[in-house]
């Protein structure tokens, strides 16, 4: 069966990646910070030997990608990872998981990096945010000055500077261009922080253009006024 341009699109929006033999896709499958536990390792393993080549790797972002699945097993792998609690996606033009270091267990770590992850994904990923945006967003958690998971180059990186609080980055990238991140005065609870996370992604929503990255935006609006944005009451 041969797919459309937008049959493949539609597809990796679910969290399916098309190759280019026409046959096969790579499946994205969420975790939680980059934790995966006993039974959920292994259904991802059973998967990768019943519908794949027998193996996964990781993504950049701590996913799990499993390779070489035909387009007519993909309803059923779906059914199979849901089943085990285990769910397809960061994929598409569209708020992303959190990325985050392993904060919870470093000695340096000022918060729980993976509880904030927790926290943002239920907020923005699975909730208000499940809506197209201009581009993909990216927010990226670090749980000390270290910036172990490179939170400058996300599209909005939180960084701990004290027990609880952190600095806020905004305007990172890479990719085939890259812009270093900038950050906001102060220092922030990490409550407050997610709010202003979620007025990013609304100023986003509101000013963005089509296929421009949150950092496309701050530059060509403006570092100054999207900060006052952000830092409005």
């Given at each position: 069966m041969e797919l459309t341009d937008e049959q493949k699109k539609a597809l990796k929006g679910?969290?399916?990646i098309a190759y280019k033999d026409g046959v096969h896709f790579s499946c994205r499958v969420l975790t939680q910070a980059g934790r995966?536990?006993?039974q959920e390792s292994r259904k991802i393993t059973?998967?990768?030997e019943n519908y794949g080549r027998g193996y996964f790797t990781l993504t950049q972002r701590l996913n799990v990608e499993i390779p070489w699945i035909k387009y007519q097993d993909l309803e059923t792998v779906t059914r199979e990872l849901k089943e085990a609690g285990l769910s397809i996606g960061s994929t598409g033009m569209r708020a992303r998981p959190a990325l985050a270091c392993k904060g919870d267990v470093c000695q340096l770590s000022f918060f729980d990096t993976a509880e904030i992850a927790g926290q943002i994904n239920e907020r923005f990923y699975k909730g208000r945010y499940d809506v197209a945006l201009p581009n993909k967003f990216?927010?990226?958690?670090s749980g000390?000055?270290?910036g172990c998971s490179k939170p400058q180059l996300g599209c909005i990186g939180l960084q701990g500077r004290k027990?609880?609080?952190v600095a806020i980055i905004i305007g990172g990238m890479s990719g085939k261009e890259s812009f270093i991140g900038r950050e906001l005065p102060g220092v922030y609870p990490v409550s407050e922080a997610l709010d202003m996370v979620e007025r990013?992604?609304?100023y986003y929503l509101e000013n963005g253009q089509k296929g421009?990255?949150?950092a496309e935006t701050v530059e060509r609006i403006g570092f100054e006024t999207v900060m006052n944005f952000l830092s409005r009451e």
């Open positions: 679910q969290g399916y995966i536990n006993s059973e998967i990768c990216r927010v990226t958690i000390c000055r270290n027990p609880g609080e990013a992604m609304d421009e990255r949150f």
